[in-house]
Protein backbone atom coordinates (compact mmCIF):
# COMPACT_ATOMS: atom_id res chain seq x y z
CA UNK A 1 0.00 0.00 0.00
CA UNK A 2 1.20 3.43 -1.06
CA UNK A 3 2.42 5.94 1.56
CA UNK A 4 -0.49 8.07 2.65
CA UNK A 5 0.69 11.69 1.05
CA UNK A 6 1.49 13.84 3.71
CA UNK A 7 -0.95 16.76 4.48
CA UNK A 8 0.72 19.91 3.33
CA UNK A 9 1.91 22.35 5.82
CA UNK A 10 -0.77 24.69 6.64
CA UNK A 11 1.03 28.47 6.09
CA UNK A 12 -0.20 29.83 9.60
CA UNK A 13 -1.59 27.60 12.46
CA UNK A 14 -2.90 29.90 14.15
CA UNK A 15 -5.12 33.19 14.39
CA UNK A 16 -6.72 36.06 16.91
CA UNK A 17 -10.01 37.13 17.02
CA UNK A 18 -10.64 40.50 18.65
CA UNK A 19 -14.01 39.90 20.20
CA UNK A 20 -14.49 42.15 23.38
CA UNK A 21 -16.25 44.97 22.18
CA UNK A 22 -19.84 45.71 23.30
CA UNK A 23 -21.47 46.11 20.29
CA UNK A 24 -23.09 49.66 20.70
CA UNK A 25 -24.13 50.35 17.51
CA UNK A 26 -26.35 47.00 17.30
CA UNK A 27 -28.16 47.62 20.48
CA UNK A 28 -30.78 46.69 21.64
CA UNK A 29 -30.28 43.37 19.81
CA UNK A 30 -26.10 43.37 21.51
CA UNK A 31 -27.98 44.01 25.50
CA UNK A 32 -27.16 40.42 26.12
CA UNK A 33 -26.01 38.88 22.85
CA UNK A 34 -22.80 39.23 21.86
CA UNK A 35 -22.56 41.20 18.56
CA UNK A 36 -20.61 38.19 16.83
CA UNK A 37 -23.21 35.81 17.32
CA UNK A 38 -25.55 38.15 15.72
CA UNK A 39 -26.75 35.67 12.80
CA UNK A 40 -26.25 36.24 8.78
CA UNK A 41 -29.13 33.95 7.77
CA UNK A 42 -29.05 31.56 10.56
CA UNK A 43 -24.95 31.22 10.99
CA UNK A 44 -23.90 33.39 13.72
CA UNK A 45 -21.18 36.09 12.13
CA UNK A 46 -18.25 34.13 14.75
CA UNK A 47 -19.49 31.41 12.97
CA UNK A 48 -18.45 32.48 8.95
CA UNK A 49 -14.99 34.25 10.98
CA UNK A 50 -13.64 30.47 12.75
CA UNK A 51 -14.72 28.71 8.95
CA UNK A 52 -12.76 31.19 6.66
CA UNK A 53 -9.60 31.00 9.38
CA UNK A 54 -10.38 26.76 9.41
CA UNK A 55 -10.73 26.58 5.19
CA UNK A 56 -7.05 28.84 5.39
CA UNK A 57 -5.66 25.67 7.43
CA UNK A 58 -5.83 27.40 10.95
CA UNK A 59 -6.54 25.19 13.45
CA UNK A 60 -6.14 27.25 16.48
CA UNK A 61 -8.81 29.87 17.13
CA UNK A 62 -7.84 33.00 20.00
CA UNK A 63 -10.81 34.81 21.09
CA UNK A 64 -10.31 38.11 22.75
CA UNK A 65 -13.71 38.00 24.54
CA UNK A 66 -15.17 40.10 27.59
CA UNK A 67 -17.58 40.17 29.70
CA UNK A 68 -21.27 38.72 29.66
CA UNK A 69 -19.60 36.93 26.29
CA UNK A 70 -19.48 33.59 26.73
CA UNK A 71 -22.05 32.37 24.70
CA UNK A 72 -19.34 32.47 21.63
CA UNK A 73 -17.51 29.75 23.48
CA UNK A 74 -20.48 27.40 24.14
CA UNK A 75 -21.58 28.02 20.19
CA UNK A 76 -17.82 25.90 19.56
CA UNK A 77 -18.18 23.28 22.15
CA UNK A 78 -20.56 19.97 21.90
CA UNK A 79 -23.73 20.45 22.93
CA UNK A 80 -24.63 17.37 25.04
CA UNK A 81 -28.79 17.97 25.55
CA UNK A 82 -29.60 19.24 22.43
CA UNK A 83 -27.64 16.46 19.80
CA UNK A 84 -29.71 13.92 22.19
CA UNK A 85 -32.85 15.46 21.60
CA UNK A 86 -31.96 15.59 17.55
CA UNK A 87 -30.58 12.15 17.37
CA UNK A 88 -33.99 11.01 19.58
CA UNK A 89 -36.25 12.66 17.24
CA UNK A 90 -34.06 11.42 13.80
CA UNK A 91 -32.86 14.71 12.68
CA UNK A 92 -29.62 12.90 11.38
CA UNK A 93 -28.77 15.88 8.99
CA UNK A 94 -29.34 18.89 11.70
CA UNK A 95 -27.60 16.88 14.59
CA UNK A 96 -24.20 16.23 11.94
CA UNK A 97 -24.21 20.16 11.34
CA UNK A 98 -24.52 20.45 14.85
CA UNK A 99 -21.30 18.45 15.59
CA UNK A 100 -19.28 19.80 13.00
CA UNK A 101 -19.15 23.50 14.56
CA UNK A 102 -17.12 21.54 17.45
CA UNK A 103 -15.04 19.64 15.51
CA UNK A 104 -14.13 22.80 13.71
CA UNK A 105 -11.29 24.21 15.33
CA UNK A 106 -9.25 24.90 18.66
CA UNK A 107 -11.01 27.52 20.34
CA UNK A 108 -9.49 29.09 23.10
CA UNK A 109 -10.85 32.44 24.85
CA UNK A 110 -9.23 34.95 27.26
CA UNK A 111 -10.51 38.34 28.22
CA UNK A 112 -9.26 41.61 27.71
CA UNK A 113 -10.39 43.26 30.64
CA UNK A 114 -10.17 46.99 30.05
CA UNK A 115 -11.20 48.28 26.84
CA UNK A 116 -7.81 49.75 25.83
CA UNK A 117 -7.75 49.05 21.58
CA UNK A 118 -7.34 46.99 19.01
CA UNK A 119 -4.23 47.02 19.83
CA UNK A 120 -3.64 45.88 23.43
CA UNK A 121 -6.16 43.18 22.31
CA UNK A 122 -4.29 41.47 20.06
CA UNK A 123 -1.31 41.48 22.58
CA UNK A 124 -3.61 40.25 24.97
CA UNK A 125 -3.31 36.94 22.93
CA UNK A 126 0.71 37.09 23.20
CA UNK A 127 0.98 33.64 25.40
CA UNK A 128 -1.31 31.93 23.33
CA UNK A 129 0.43 32.69 19.95
CA UNK A 130 4.04 32.08 21.34
CA UNK A 131 6.79 33.16 18.71
CA UNK A 132 5.12 32.05 15.23
CA UNK A 133 3.53 34.37 12.55
CA UNK A 134 -0.01 34.25 12.90
CA UNK A 135 -3.53 35.97 12.16
CA UNK A 136 -5.30 37.97 12.78
CA UNK A 137 -9.28 38.60 11.71
CA UNK A 138 -11.52 41.52 12.24
CA UNK A 139 -15.63 39.73 12.85
CA UNK A 140 -17.32 43.09 11.53
CA UNK A 141 -15.33 42.44 8.37
CA UNK A 142 -17.10 39.44 6.39
CA UNK A 143 -15.06 38.78 3.06
CA UNK A 144 -17.09 36.21 0.61
CA UNK A 145 -14.36 35.04 -1.57
CA UNK A 146 -13.23 31.86 -3.31
CA UNK A 147 -10.07 31.80 -1.48
CA UNK A 148 -10.15 32.84 2.28
CA UNK A 149 -9.44 35.72 2.81
CA UNK A 150 -6.81 35.15 5.59
CA UNK A 151 -5.58 32.78 3.27
CA UNK A 152 -4.80 34.99 0.48
CA UNK A 153 -2.59 37.02 2.74
CA UNK A 154 -0.76 33.83 4.67
CA UNK A 155 0.26 32.97 0.99
CA UNK A 156 2.01 36.85 0.84
CA UNK A 157 3.25 36.41 4.16
CA UNK A 158 5.13 33.37 3.23
CA UNK A 159 6.33 34.21 -0.47
CA UNK A 160 7.85 38.00 0.96
CA UNK A 161 8.50 37.23 4.25
CA UNK A 162 6.79 40.18 5.89
CA UNK A 163 3.61 41.01 7.67
CA UNK A 164 1.15 41.66 5.25
CA UNK A 165 -2.56 43.25 5.56
CA UNK A 166 -5.60 43.12 3.50
CA UNK A 167 -6.05 46.69 1.69
CA UNK A 168 -8.92 47.51 -0.37
CA UNK A 169 -10.10 50.88 -2.14
CA UNK A 170 -12.54 53.06 -0.48
CA UNK A 171 -14.02 56.64 -1.32
CA UNK A 172 -11.92 59.43 -0.28
CA UNK A 173 -15.23 60.61 1.76
CA UNK A 174 -14.93 57.31 4.04
CA UNK A 175 -10.51 57.40 4.02
CA UNK A 176 -11.50 58.69 7.99
CA UNK A 177 -12.70 55.36 9.12
CA UNK A 178 -10.17 53.37 8.37
CA UNK A 179 -6.33 52.44 8.85
CA UNK A 180 -4.94 53.56 5.35
CA UNK A 181 -2.10 52.75 3.66
CA UNK A 182 0.26 53.97 1.23
CA UNK A 183 3.28 52.67 -1.06
CA UNK A 184 4.81 51.40 -3.69
CA UNK A 185 3.06 48.72 -6.47
CA UNK A 186 4.79 45.80 -6.64
CA UNK A 187 2.46 44.24 -8.92
CA UNK A 188 0.29 40.92 -8.14
CA UNK A 189 -2.15 43.09 -5.85
CA UNK A 190 1.21 43.44 -3.90
CA UNK A 191 2.23 46.99 -2.25
CA UNK A 192 4.97 47.52 -0.31
CA UNK A 193 3.93 49.99 2.20
CA UNK A 194 5.44 53.02 3.23
CA UNK A 195 3.11 54.24 5.40
CA UNK A 196 -0.17 53.53 7.34
CA UNK A 197 -2.23 55.47 9.42
CA UNK A 198 -5.00 54.96 11.79
CA UNK A 199 -7.82 57.19 10.99
CA UNK A 200 -6.54 59.99 9.30
CA UNK A 201 -8.40 63.07 9.35
CA UNK A 202 -10.62 63.53 6.38
CA UNK A 203 -8.40 65.26 2.87
CA UNK A 204 -5.29 64.36 4.74
CA UNK A 205 -5.22 60.42 3.95
CA UNK A 206 -2.11 59.18 2.58
CA UNK A 207 -3.97 56.94 -0.02
CA UNK A 208 -7.51 55.66 -0.52
CA UNK A 209 -6.49 52.49 0.46
CA UNK A 210 -8.27 51.28 3.55
CA UNK A 211 -7.12 48.41 5.80
CA UNK A 212 -10.00 45.40 6.00
CA UNK A 213 -9.79 43.48 9.15
CA UNK A 214 -7.45 40.88 7.75
CA UNK A 215 -3.97 40.43 9.18
CA UNK A 216 -0.94 38.22 8.76
CA UNK A 217 1.99 39.01 11.19
CA UNK A 218 5.39 38.17 12.32
CA UNK A 219 5.20 37.76 16.53
CA UNK A 220 7.88 40.64 16.67
CA UNK A 221 4.36 42.91 16.63
CA UNK A 222 4.00 41.56 20.18
CA UNK A 223 7.37 43.79 21.04
CA UNK A 224 5.87 46.66 19.51
CA UNK A 225 2.72 46.78 21.10
CA UNK A 226 4.41 45.99 24.48
CA UNK A 227 5.41 49.77 23.90
CA UNK A 228 2.80 51.46 22.11
CA UNK A 229 1.34 54.41 23.48
CA UNK A 230 -2.20 55.16 22.96
CA UNK A 231 -3.00 56.97 19.68
CA UNK A 232 -6.11 57.92 17.95
CA UNK A 233 -9.62 58.02 20.65
CA UNK A 234 -6.87 57.03 23.37
CA UNK A 235 -6.62 53.75 22.41
CA UNK A 236 -3.53 51.41 21.91
CA UNK A 237 -3.85 51.11 18.36
CA UNK A 238 -2.97 48.11 16.11
CA UNK A 239 -2.63 50.02 12.60
CA UNK A 240 0.29 52.54 15.05
CA UNK A 241 1.94 49.20 16.03
CA UNK A 242 2.52 48.43 12.36
CA UNK A 243 3.81 51.55 11.52
CA UNK A 244 6.65 50.86 13.66
CA UNK A 245 6.51 47.03 12.65
CA UNK A 246 6.92 48.73 9.08
CA UNK A 247 10.11 50.82 9.58
CA UNK A 248 12.00 47.66 11.03
CA UNK A 249 10.88 44.92 8.82
CA UNK A 250 8.93 46.26 6.04
CA UNK A 251 5.14 45.53 5.46
CA UNK A 252 3.01 44.96 2.95
CA UNK A 253 -0.67 45.03 2.18
CA UNK A 254 -2.48 42.77 -0.26
CA UNK A 255 -5.60 43.66 -2.14
CA UNK A 256 -7.48 40.70 -1.94
CA UNK A 257 -9.92 39.33 -3.72
CA UNK A 258 -13.21 39.04 -3.00
CA UNK A 259 -16.56 40.89 -1.65
CA UNK A 260 -16.39 42.43 1.50
CA UNK A 261 -18.98 43.12 3.78
CA UNK A 262 -18.86 45.90 6.93
CA UNK A 263 -21.21 44.06 8.94
CA UNK A 264 -20.11 46.32 11.91
CA UNK A 265 -22.62 49.01 9.99
CA UNK A 266 -26.41 48.17 9.62
CA UNK A 267 -26.90 48.52 6.04
CA UNK A 268 -23.50 46.35 5.27
CA UNK A 269 -25.31 43.84 8.13
CA UNK A 270 -28.22 43.16 5.75
CA UNK A 271 -26.37 43.90 2.70
CA UNK A 272 -24.66 40.41 3.73
CA UNK A 273 -28.09 39.08 5.04
CA UNK A 274 -29.30 39.69 1.50
CA UNK A 275 -26.21 38.79 -0.35
CA UNK A 276 -25.56 35.35 1.81
CA UNK A 277 -29.68 34.00 1.50
CA UNK A 278 -29.22 34.53 -2.52
CA UNK A 279 -26.75 31.82 -2.35
CA UNK A 280 -29.42 29.59 -0.99
CA UNK A 281 -31.26 27.85 -3.86
CA UNK A 282 -34.32 27.35 -0.83
CA UNK A 283 -34.18 31.47 -0.15
CA UNK A 284 -33.53 32.74 -3.32
CA UNK A 285 -36.47 32.20 -5.51
CA UNK A 286 -38.95 33.92 -2.97
CA UNK A 287 -36.72 36.60 -1.72
CA UNK A 288 -36.05 37.68 -5.50
CA UNK A 289 -39.81 38.08 -6.29
CA UNK A 290 -40.70 39.42 -2.70
CA UNK A 291 -37.30 42.23 -3.52
CA UNK A 292 -39.01 42.63 -6.91
CA UNK A 293 -42.62 43.64 -5.54
CA UNK A 294 -40.45 46.41 -2.86
CA UNK A 295 -38.73 48.14 -6.22
CA UNK A 296 -42.37 47.98 -7.91
CA UNK A 297 -43.88 49.24 -5.39
CA UNK A 298 -41.03 52.36 -4.33
CA UNK A 299 -41.03 53.16 -8.09
CA UNK A 300 -42.75 56.71 -8.28
C1 LIG B 1 -10.35 48.83 12.89
C2 LIG B 1 -8.90 49.26 12.67
C3 LIG B 1 -8.77 50.01 11.34
C4 LIG B 1 -9.31 49.16 10.21
C5 LIG B 1 -10.77 48.73 10.51
C6 LIG B 1 -11.24 47.74 9.46
O1 LIG B 1 -11.13 49.99 13.10
O2 LIG B 1 -8.47 50.07 13.75
O3 LIG B 1 -7.41 50.30 11.10
O4 LIG B 1 -9.26 49.88 9.00
O5 LIG B 1 -10.85 48.08 11.79
O6 LIG B 1 -12.59 47.39 9.63
P1 LIG B 1 -12.64 49.95 13.71
O7 LIG B 1 -13.53 49.61 12.55
O8 LIG B 1 -12.64 48.88 14.76
O9 LIG B 1 -12.88 51.31 14.24
Not at 156 to 168: I, P, S, T, W, Y
Not at 236 to 258: C, E, S, V
Request: aromatic share 4%; hydrophobic share 40%.
Amino acid sequence: MPAPTPKPEPLIRKCVVPAAGLGTRFLPATKAVPKEMLPIVDTPTLQYIVQEAVSAGITDVILISGRGKESMVDHFDLAVELEAVLKARGKEEEFRKLRAISDMANIASLRQKEPLGLGHAVLCARGLVGNEPFGVILGDDIIDAEEPGIRQLARVFRKHDQGVVALMEVPPSETHLYGIAAGTDLGDGVIQIDRIVEKPKPGTAPSNLAVIGRYVLPPEIFDILEQQPPGVGGEIQLTDGLATLQKKRGLLGYKFKGQRYDAGDKVGYLKANIAYALKRPELRGPLLEWMGEIVRMEKP
